[in-house]
């Protein structure tokens, strides 16, 4: 099972979108930044020992899984 993002074709046709889908997807962005959920994480940001849970040094959330995962389709 291959589970990284599908390559771009360049030979694909491209698709416009509507400007009012960019003005809507803003909204709901600003709409989930100003959530009790993401102010409250915000705020947990502060303290040093909760920093690591939500930004892991090493960039992943389990480290041991994502190096077996590396390990795995280095193959």
Excluded: C, Y
Excluded at 4 to 21: G, I, K, M, N, Q
Excluded at 26 to 50: D, I, W, Y
């Amino acid at each position: 099972m291959d589970l990284s993002f599908s390559r771009f074709e360049f030979d694909a046709p491209l698709t416009v979108l509507p400007a009012d889908l960019a003005v809507m997807m803003v909204g709901v962005a600003a709409r989930q930044a100003a959530s009790p959920t993401a102010r409250s994480q915000a705020a947990l940001l502060g303290f040093e020992r909760v920093r690591g849970l939500f930004a892991p040094v090493h960039g992943a959330f389990n480290a041991d899984v994502a190096a077996a995962l590396i390990r795995w389709k280095q193959r």
